[in-house]
């Protein structure tokens, strides 16, 4: 099966079980049996199997996008997976620091989102928000004309909604970025 078929189905897949999860538990939280009512924990419990699944089939397809290109990853308390390709700085970013970054953001599929030659540089305060969770720990990891790979479960980049512009709902993202700027 060719990447972008493979790619679909497991889309489908995964919106499929999950839309099945999310209807069993709400069928099951919104008829209970005769008088009685139901705890908030019943009525989380359909929805926290599902993202348990839905977390699991994540990291397997990052799991898989890692082994195919046979990135050397590590990986942070927090599920960024980083890979430092030049490290070049003699001094590392850190928290208050003004960043200015060149970048390509990518899907697991391979579509390119963002590029900074397009888009324009990364620029934000490091500590200070206007990025994503997995950008600002990632970028504490490297420094002035470091070159690096991240990549951002989707707790960690645009969550359950993605950016409502070009990144989907639950996407994973590959960052490759290097720090042109630190003030």
Known sequence: MNRGRLLIFRLFRNTLL???????????????????????????????????????????????????????????????LYLIEAENAVRKAKYGDFIKAKYN?????GDVVYDSEKDGLLEFQVGKGGVTA??????????????????LPSHLAYGLLGDSKRIPPRSVLIYEIEIIDLQ
């Open 18 to 80: 999950g839309s099945l999860f999310l209807i069993t538990g709400c069928e099951e939280a919104i008829k209970p049996a005769g008088n009685e009512s139901l705890t908030v924990i019943e009525l989380k419990e359909p929805l926290i199997k599902t993202n348990k699944y839905l977390t699991r089939t994540e990291k397997d397809d990052i799991d898989e996008f890692v082994y195919r290109y046979k990135w050397q990853m590590k990986s942070s308390g927090t599920g960024l």
């Open 105 to 109: 953001i990518r899907l697991l599929n």
């Open 134 to 151: 997995g950008i600002e720990e990632g970028i504490l990891l490297i420094g002035l004309h470091d070159k690096a790979k991240f990549i």
